[in-house]
């Protein structure tokens, strides 16, 4: 397909530096020495690594081709579902670099870095906003670590008013950091299954909401990329049982300025920094996860908090009913900073522009690719979209073949067999950022991948053929990696 294709085909080998290396190869020229030779002590002279020879070309070379095998949202589509891979202005870059900010020493006084503090501070109003939530932790180094921190505040409420229990609501479309941050916990998860159209009832949670359960954890819009339209009603039933509200804010990409979390009933939310708010996702980096709560729950939030004194800022350590500290220092501090440049660039305005695109992408994508593949549910979606394996069967197809043969046509496969609700599901997230134009491409590619499918389905089996490396037996490559070429 012409046009199509983003892969040009030049792929290039290389091998280790060690198969490269040839001995006697310089990277530069030494002058001779002007001090006469002298006998280096025994145990100085042990065998050492036999590193390789190499010119200053051999390693530029090496490296700068190493460099561009890396997929990442900055050589293209990256259409990740529950991932919210989304192109990161490179200004947050910039400022996340600013020697005042990147060499601030995390033991230096408050009265030193007030910069700092104040840049925290304004990070915990713009995320209050956002989410309706006043009390802002921004500690949490990712959303699991998030969801923990949630799960610590309820059960000190819980204390604090006397009362022990131990189940927690789950619904089976959440993401699976909530029922293990719950039973880090010590909490019993609870699943509640959700209803015909992917979406909770306020049935469903009434059924099982006694007087054990701590409360819920409500993934809105949930990982089907579906909003759960029963929000209110379900909060209200979990709080007239003397429960609370966990929401999982990983999603606040789709709802961004359009949704204010506590008015739907939340009492605890999570944001993810590194999926909505500018700091790139994946690779292993490090994220933050900020927590947000009631003002009645402010008092249980980790220390030290960043609070107002005077005319600057201080950390208060003294907060007796705290969970205590979750991360050292600061949190991750420069991910803080890039959020905070992008939360001040956006403005509310365009940061609910960007909510709104979010969403609009998707649904063009559902809407364009309907009549190919099968929806998981027929309805209107949020900011990403799920198909199911449906007809591929007939064509002895599957899933991680459609997924595998889109690296042929130089695209990153999105998310797949996840949510487990969905069989065989292909979740795609396109998010805000990417074009009309880019998006039509990628509509064509799985429209000519899911024609193939049906006039020659071996082209998918044995895809891909035109990456570096065919089909990997993934459940080795993941236990017993060769990291030797
Ligand atoms: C990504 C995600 C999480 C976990 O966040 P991490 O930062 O990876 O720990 C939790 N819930 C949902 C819905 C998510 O998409």
Redesign the pocket.
Known sequence: MSGTVEANGMIQEEPLLWEKGSRGRQGMSIPAADVPPVELPAELCGAGPDFPDLSEVDVVRHYTRLSAWNYGVDSGLYPLG???MKYNPKINERLAATPELAAAHPLLADSEVQGCLELMYGLQEGLAAITGLPGVSLQPA??????LTGMLIFAAWHRSRGSRRNKILIPDT??G??PASAALCGFRPVPIASGPDGILTTEAVAAVMDDETVGIMI?NPN?LGLFETNIREIAEVVHARGGLVYG?G??MNAVMGVVNPALCGVDVMHL?L??TFSTPHGGGGP?A?PVCVTAELSRFLPVPRVVRAGNGYRLDEDCPDSVGRVHAFHGNFSVLVRAYGYVLSMGAAFLKRASQLAVLNAAYLKESLKESLPLAYPRPCMHECVFSDGWLHEHNITTLDLAKRLIDYGYHPPTIYFPLVVPGAIMIEPTETESQQDLDRFIAVLKQIVAEARNNPELLRQAPTRAKLGRLDETRAARQPCLCG
Do not use: F, L, V
């Open positions: 529950s991932c919210t990712a959303g699991a670590q998030g969801e959440a993401h950091t909530n993934t990982t999982d990983a999603n993810n590194h999926k994220g996860g």
